[in-house]
């Protein structure tokens, strides 16, 4: 039929003659243009994307297999300037993020084919409700996989310590969000220990470097009581990489609570859905956080004075006993002193008594022996004179002038009395006592 069509490239003997690639891509373009429709509605995923200079959009679709792997269709396309203008910024308004690689779309487009650069798609609308069907099908898809895998629910159900004050942080060192979080902190009046693990908020390192950041927080669990994820500012475009698989379930089980602020008033993104807390910005997690520190500060002031009040009370309460017991202990006393006392007096009388009647007894025993005291003791005394007697007499006899007058001597070396001749040596100087004198001597041999 398309010979009939193009006769212009056919001889009179109706032979077919070689044709030139632009005469064959000339025919391509002009059966394109006679048989396709205007414009078609398309189901494509992006798989390339850029944005030249001069403001044109060039894309490259593709259509997958059901298992997402293999390629079965690609086709390049591209927006001009004119329509990208009003068709990018509209896109990013309805769907909250930018148009891009990684994404679904039904765009309608015409087809086109270029003698020169071939068959393209030249897109001049889109529908941003069917990507964001496909984004919600995903967020779906990924939320019953945490579902399935028993992750989702783990953050939520860990108990917040009451007292949250040693906070870890993951953001970006320069987000203004985190400046924010941490000058509302400080101006609270109460006192906050945080520390900084930095982190990507925006891009394609956000999975990589939070997961990287929750690992060093993991790394000191017991230095901190909760994880706070804080992104503040920002398009909201960039929210998509917060929908991360790995993210979620990362945070989903992670052993400390982690609250969020990404600083969003739209839909919430996966990891927000499996975070133990989630806030709308950074400041509403200081918000937070400073209310449950005055919440905890005001049932403590609360606990305080209920304290104290009991403690008054339970004071006045045994001061009213000590007093009535001292009354009473200070009446028993009195009591028992009286009667102790007449006990005592009684005791007194009796012991009195008894004392006359011993001392009455004695005396009659004594009486007797009286008379036999004064011969004892003189014939006692005169059996030790007689003893002292005999003493003296052996002692002199044994004294020392006796025995040198009976012609004995005593020999002294040293003034050491010599009893052994054998302890003595040539040279040694000896005293000899006798009963009229004393001489000295120098030994001279041993033998």
Request: proline fraction near 3%; include cysteine; hydrophobic fraction near 45%.
């Amino acid at each position: 039929m398309y010979r009939n069509a193009f006769p212009s490239f056919l001889d009179a003997a109706d032979e077919i003659r070689p044709l030139c690639l632009s005469e064959l891509n000339n025919l391509v373009r002009g059966v394109l243009e006679q048989t396709l429709d205007e414009a078609y509605w398309i189901v494509a995923e992006v798989s390339e994307m850029r944005v030249a200079a001069n403001g044109h959009c060039y894309l490259e679709l593709v259509e997958k297999d059901a298992a997402g792997i293999k390629f079965i269709a690609k086709a390049r396309a591209n927006i001009w300037r004119s329509t990208y203008d009003l068709l990018g910024p509209w896109f990013e308004q309805a769907t909250g993020q930018r148009l891009q690689a990684g994404l679904k779309v039904l765009v309608r487009a015409t087809a086109t084919f270029h003698e020169v650069y071939g068959f393209s798609l030249n897109i001049i609308d889109i529908d941003p409700n069917y990507t964001l069907g496909d984004m919600e099908r995903q967020r779906r898809e990924i939320l019953a996989q945490l579902r399935e895998d028993g992750v989702l629910t783990l953050n939520k159900e860990l108990e917040l310590p009451r007292l949250t004050k040693r906070i870890a942080v993951i953001s970006a060192a320069t987000a203004a969000g985190y400046g924010d979080f941490c000058r509302q902190l400080e101006q609270s009046g109460f006192h906050f220990t945080t520390k900084l693990f930095p982190a990507a908020m925006q891009g394609e390192k956000v999975e990589e470097s939070v997961v990287k950041a929750l690992d060093a927080v993991a790394s000191e669990l017991e230095d901190w009581d909760a994880v706070v994820i804080i992104r503040g500012g920002g398009a909201v475009s960039e929210l998509s990489c917060f929908d991360s698989y790995l993210l979620a379930a990362s945070v989903a089980q992670f052993p400390l609570p982690v609250l969020t602020g990404i600083g969003h008033e739209r839909d919430d993104t996966v990891t927000d859905c499996v975070a133990h807390s989630k806030f709308k910005t950074p400041t509403a997690v200081a918000a937070f956080l400073i209310e449950r520190r005055k919440e905890e500060w005001d049932l403590y002031s609360e606990l305080s004075e209920r304290l104290q009040a009991a403690i008054g009370q339970a004071i006045s309460v045994r001061k009213a006993r000590l007093n009535a017991l001292a009354a009473r202990l200070h009446l028993i006393a009195v009591r028992y002193a009286s009667k102790r006392g007449e006990h005592i007096a009684n005791l007194e009388a009796r012991a009195e008594l008894l004392a006359l009647q011993k001392v009455k007894t004695e005396r009659s025993r004594l009486l007797p022996l009286q008379g036999r005291l004064a011969p004892a003791a003189n014939a006692l005394i005169s059996n030790k004179k007689e003893a002292l007697k005999l003493a003296d007499r052996a002692i002199a006899l044994a004294s020392p002038e006796r025995i040198l007058k009976m012609g004995f001597s005593i020999t002294t070396s040293g003034g050491r009395i010599v009893r052994d001749a054998a302890t003595l040596k040539s040279g040694d100087r000896l005293a000899t006592q006798f009963a009229d004198g004393t001489i000295e001597s120098i030994v001279t041999s041993n033998a």
